[in-house]
């Protein structure tokens, strides 16, 4: 009796995919070769970064975890970003990717529907310290990185969040592991070996969409620390599935019932996904940007007492149904990710706050506790909209806000193109100054000024001590 072959993992065995061609892509890329507008997209990222993880170093979650592994019987190696401290080069990468992974005021990709420079970064710069790895080394390695998680989370989105997971951490960790595969200089079977143990590490479900909890905090983190174990492992001679992305059986199978194993190898080498980043304005979920900056353009127009609102409709993409669409939040973190909630609260702060408003961590934190805001969410609701949905591309999302006023007056506005995405960026001098205005509380003016001299030509530093020299005030 002849045996089938039909549901043989062995078969793809021949198959040289998705996984062997980011290997060797990212063995293969040179600074020389990177187009200038991506350097510079890189330098603008680096420096949100920081930013991100001044915002969230001192966040309980990041203590908590900071504390666990102060005390941690390991190598001392990497140190924690804005900190003194050192510890295990992947618990550093724990720690910084949680800090700045936990505001969600930090860079999307909104194809592949994941916050891709949290993840990597903190990894980088961890296993850049631990390989003396110059300024040019960690930027060749973030964009193999970049490169490699947008590319997976593209080809099984959006399936793999309907299926109840997170890509940022399930693709951010091999997003890490690339980079870092790429500082520890590994070979092609190398790299390739560090992808595959990536996709056995890759892990994050989305519940917390509907009930809340810290995981979503952490969950940056977390990639951040499967990508450099994954590294290390591969490093130290370890194996894994030749073709673990594109198997019968191997991740994007595994994690999505829509697989498309071309879109992690069109154009690779020659056009750069990083290139439709988007960066917030706002902390608060990428897709939810649009109707935040309706609605503070509404209120900006007309002196309007939230009391004069009757009801609230926002026009969305029919993507966000379900998890971004809740108007009465559980806790900041579903606060953080419900769009009537953060139109309610921008609606609310336009009455006290005079000039660009950008709602922050905090703002959202105090807007829980405060019943005005929470009624006014209760007013908002959202629908599917046709030409939010026209509208809406793999680098932006649109969105409609209708403001339904008592006396039967009704405003609107629409927006296609917000702040911080590729049609309408923010600028190197827009990213420096919020850096500054964010940190230098935390950090002092001077100290910041000094960093972001640092950041002028990463390319040309010898090695990335001068990055890691952000401290917090003691």
């Known amino acids: 009796m002849q045996t089938s072959k039909i549901n043989d993992p062995t078969q793809s065995l021949t198959h040289v995919g998705a996984t062997h061609a980011l290997a060797q892509f990212g063995h293969d890329l040179k600074w020389d070769a990177v187009p200038a507008r991506v350097k510079d997209i890189l330098q603008v990222l680096m420096i949100d970064i920081f930013r991100a993880t001044v915002g969230g170093i001192d966040r309980k979650w990041t203590q908590d975890i900071l504390s666990l592994y102060r005390h941690h019987q390991s190598d001392r190696n990497a140190q924690v970003m804005l900190h003194d401290l050192q510890v295990d080069v992947a618990k550093a990468a724990f720690i910084n990717g949680t800090a700045c992974g936990s505001l969600d ?60 997971f997170q890509g940022t951490p399930t693709c951010g960790a091999f997003g890490a ?49 499967n990508g450099v174990e994954a590294a290390l492992l591969a490093h130290q001679g370890l194996s894994g599935p030749i073709d673990a992305i594109e198997g019968v059986q191997g991740f994007g199978k595994a994690f999505s ?14 056009y750069f996904e990083i290139e439709k980043i988007s960066l917030k ?66 609606f609310y702060l336009s009455l006290t706050r005079t000039g660009p408003i950008s709602l922050s961590i905090d703002d959202f934190a105090q807007a829980f506790e405060n019943p005005l805001v929470m009624k006014l969410s209760s007013k908002v609701s959202c629908y599917v909209d046709p030409e939010v949905e026209e509208k809406t591309s793999q680098a932006s999302v649109a969105a409609r806000v209708r403001c339904h006023l008592l006396d039967g007056s009704t405003l609107e506005h629409f927006i296609e193109h917000p702040l911080g995405c590729p049609a309408n960026p923010m600028k190197l001098a827009d990213i420096s100054s919020r850096f500054i205005n964010l940190s230098q509380e935390k950090v002092g003016t001077s100290h910041c000024l000094q960093w972001i001299e640092s950041t002028r030509d990463v390319a040309g530093l010898a090695n990335t001590n001068a990055l890691m020299a952000l401290r917090l005030k003691s």
């Open 177 to 225: 592991a690339a980079a870092c595969a790429k500082l520890l200089k590994l070979n092609v079977e190398q790299h390739r070996n560090a992808l595959g143990i990536a996709a056995t590490f890759a892990c994050g479900i989305s519940q917390f969409f509907v009930s809340g909890s810290d995981i979503k905090r952490f969950h940056a983190g977390k990639a951040a620390m």
């Open 281 to 346: 304005p706002h902390a608060g979920s990428v897709r939810m940007q649009s109707a935040i900056e309706c609605a503070l353009h509404i209120a900006s127009q007309k002196n309007l007492p939230i009391e004069q609102i009757q009801s609230i409709e926002i026009g969305v993409h029919p993507a966000m149904v379900g998890k971004l669409t809740a108007n009465q939040p559980v806790d900041h973190q579903q606060a953080q990710l419900s769009t009537p909630f953060a139109v309610a609260m921008a």
């Open 257 to 270: 019932n829509r697989f498309d194993e071309s879109t992690v190898t069109h154009q690779l080498g020659t």
């Open 105 to 164: 005021w930090d860079d999307s990709h909104v194809a592949a529907i994941i916050h891709p420079g949290v993840c990597v970064w903190p990894a980088a710069l961890a296993m850049a310290q631990v390989t003396q790895a110059s300024g040019q080394a960690l930027l060749e390695a973030c964009l193999v990185g970049y490169e490699t998680a947008i590319r997976i989370g593209m080809s099984i989105q959006p399936e793999h969040s309907l299926r109840g």
